[in-house]
């Protein structure tokens, strides 16, 4: 008979917001899999839990996840913890779960804290939210992640997760999408020196400089805009293109060419939309 992958949610600081039914599993299971064997460690000493650990990572899950299978497939329990909060929420472990559901394995999730909803809770914000994960460092993908951001930020609070070295440069290519809208920015959550700062997105830049670190990483907030926020960003109907259009040409300010670009550029939209409204209405 197989044994049961558990899927623990740890403390994101204060090793006291453990769950009674979190330490008992630690204790009871055969193995515990972590991100980082070192930061469970402590963990695990300080309620005096002594189940052997096996690291599973980002570099490591791929090749380590067929013989955790087999394990769990001769009757062993497995428990998985990342190293602060549920895993998968942009930590590792979704190869072994899925491996495991896909092989008939039972799988109980136990709970626990989550950056998200702390730093959700503690700014007051109790809307929908869409939660982006980490931003990715370069490329192609960090460009889509951009785009999204700024598709989302209309309607939606946006939660994000930053690493210290990268969060300067991560704000100062928001600014443009957000302009001097407020975020939250909550570190250090459920620890001594937590702090939740609402400022506007250039405050925060000019109090920081590249290559600013700190400890831990940062949750960021975008909250959802207000109506008066919502009505300045809410897409421009076919009418109110043509009449700005209108007003370039016929003024004489710019040529029709020159007058496209420009408002392609500030609504999202191609020249060549601007110009087939532009026929439409003629005819």
């Known amino acids: 008979m197989a044994g049961t992958l558990y899927i623990v949610g740890t403390p994101i600081g204060n090793l006291e917001d453990v769950s009674m039914r979190a330490l ?83 799988i109980q999730v136990v709970p626990g804290p989550s950056a998200i909803t702390a730093a959700l809770a503690g700014a007051g914000l109790s809307g929908p939210f869409a939660f982006l994960g980490f931003a990715p460092a370069s490329g192609k993908k960090r460009k889509e992640w951009l785009a999204r951001f700024g598709q989302l930020t209309g309607s939606l609070t946006v939660v994000f997760f930053e690493a210290p070295h990268r969060m300067v440069k991560t704000l100062a290519e928001l600014q443009p999408i957000l302009v001097n809208r407020p975020i939250i920015v909550a570190k250090e959550l459920s620890k001594i020196h937590e702090s939740l700062v609402e400022q506007p997105i250039a405050s925060w830049l000019d109090e920081h400089s590249e290559g600013t670190r700190t400890k831990g990483e940062f949750v960021v907030l975008v909250p959802a805009p207000s109506e008066a926020v919502a009505e300045r960003m809410r897409p421009p109907s076919a009418e109110d293109v043509l009449r700005e259009f209108g007003h370039l040409t016929d003024s004489g300010l710019l040529k029709a060419r020159a007058a496209a670009k420009l408002l392609a550029e500030k609504y999202d939209l191609t020249a060549s939309e601007i110009y087939q409204l532009h026929s439409r209405r003629q005819k």
């Open 24 to 106: 008992r599993v630690l204790g009871e299971v055969d193995l515990i899999a972590a991100e980082d064997t070192r930061r469970t460690a402590r963990l695990l000493q300080h309620y005096s839990i002594a189940t052997a650990t096996t690291s599973l990572h980002e570099h490591n899950e791929r090749g380590k996840t067929p013989h955790l299978i087999a394990r769990l497939q001769a009757g062993a329990s497995i428990a998985l913890v990342s190293d602060a909060g549920m895993p998968l929420v942009s930590d590792p472990g979704a190869g072994l779960v899925t491996e495991a559901r896909n092989a008939g394995i039972p």
